[in-house]
């Protein structure tokens, strides 16, 4: 253990160049049990320090005290991470959080709300944050967290759409981004379904950084696009790369620990740096540099 947390730390450095990475992590069943499991609690904490925002789902909290056991964590004795959380959301008795941990010296959470809608358009409705930073090419951009219930995944992804448009109307803010558990493959949402998905925008206006065919989740026998990142035009144009983060072979854990932890990988997408001005150069920003990514949907 102490050569992960060492590797851990290692691969969290090889970020700190990076302008900003977010992550949206399902971490399956996330309660008391597994917040008192020292092994498993150990390799959640080296990919959270991975990023400068997560999102965590699934996050079975009804006190908050596996937040807390979380961000004591994490932190260890300092206050790097910050978080911000919904209220335990479900139809059902079955109630999950979403908790967003953030490096509160590199962003700054500026508003958030949860959204309403109409009665059952979600099972667990998206709670929205804004955030900014200073150091992005997007300077204020919103994040609106998903995990769907996975018999009416078609429904809740085509009603995201709306919950883009509240946003926008909230903080007159272009720069959205949806990100999470969207239950977006398999039997949940078959290549018929697609076209009933209104996310899924022939115009281009939304954009899949997590293509269909890439694995998402852990389960060594089957392979499927569960988790995804979506962002509108606007925020497309500071992102620089987004994928997938296999936690199983950059800590070289074996099958069984590694669905310990979780049934599903995180995803992640980083924001590209503000531009530096040169000298004459234009007041415009600089467009920012792009690594090519698997084509969408």
Known sequence: MRLLCALGLFLALLHVTSCLLIGAFNIEKFGDKKSKDKGVMDIIKEIVLRYDIILIQEVLDKDGTVTKRLMELVNDGSDQFRHISSEPLGLSTYKERYVFLYKHQK?????????????????????????????????D??????????????????DLVDVVAAAKRQWNNNNIMVLGDFNADGKFVTAEDWKNIR?????????????TGVDTTVAAKSSNTYDRIV???????????AEVFDFKTQYGLKQKKAEAVSDHFPVEVELAE?????????????PPLTKKRKPSV
């Open 107 to 139: 962003v700054s959470l500026e508003d958030s709300f949860q959204y309403a809608g109409k009665p059952h358009d979600f099972e667990r409705p998206p709670f929205v944050v804004q955030f900014s930073s200073t150091q992005t090419a997007v300077k």
């Open 141 to 158: 951009f919103v994040l609106i967290p998903i995990h769907t219930q996975p018999d009416s995944a078609v429904q809740e992804i085509d």
């Open 199 to 211: 996310l899924l925008d022939k115009n281009k206006y939304f954009h899949w950084l997590i293509a």
């Open 231 to 241: 962002v509108t035009t606007e925020m497309n144009k500071g992102v620089k790369e």
């Open 274 to 286: 503000k531009a530096s001005k040169r000298p004459g150069a234009d007041d415009l920003p600089e």
